[in-house]
């Protein structure tokens, strides 16, 4: 009975090393999808979109075994064109005409990527993965405002580390939902709408 334990712990022993060893650091892509039902609740007012990437850094984070290999997970690439091309079909669907954002417009809205975080770190029997997004809005409506950050926080535990796939299905999965959650708030489309 002694040997079969020890033959299990060494072969996930084994396992894990291999896990770990694989690991290579990731560059991930941002292009989350934003689910909106129909409506007329924009009436058919222009409104100006401005979506930025106000992160400081383009790392997001570490993953790996802190006692042997951590590999970067960063977002390289600027996610602002695909973030603004999913929002302006989602407010399209929510009867508003989108058009660029210039300082020169009354009603607009600017959406900030604020922070990314990853982290899955590997502990004695799973990896736990966690992720933190945040993204402002600021809609202006004349002298009217309206400023918000919408906060996700996600967390999972796994046998394996999230490879590059995994962390790209993750990041796009809270982005997406602090997108939804702005555009299901009922002050900011009531202000857009005004």
Known sequence: MKTRLWFVLAVFGLVAALQGCSL????????PPVKVNESAVGSG???????????AAKKLGEIGDPDTKMVDVSVEEDPSAAVYERLQEALTKLGFSVVPYSNSMERTLQVEIRNLELKSVKTPFTFETE????????VDNGPEYYDRQFNVR???DGAAPPFEKDSTLL???AVSQALEDMLSDEQLLELLAK
């Open 24 to 31: 290579k650091p990731q560059n991930l892509r941002i292009d």
């Open 45 to 55: 007012r222009t409104i100006g979109l401005g979506v930025s990437d106000a992160r």
């Open 131 to 138: 992720l933190r997004a945040a993204v402002g809005a600021r």
């Open 154 to 156: 996600t967390r999972k």
């Open 171 to 173: 990041v796009n999965t």
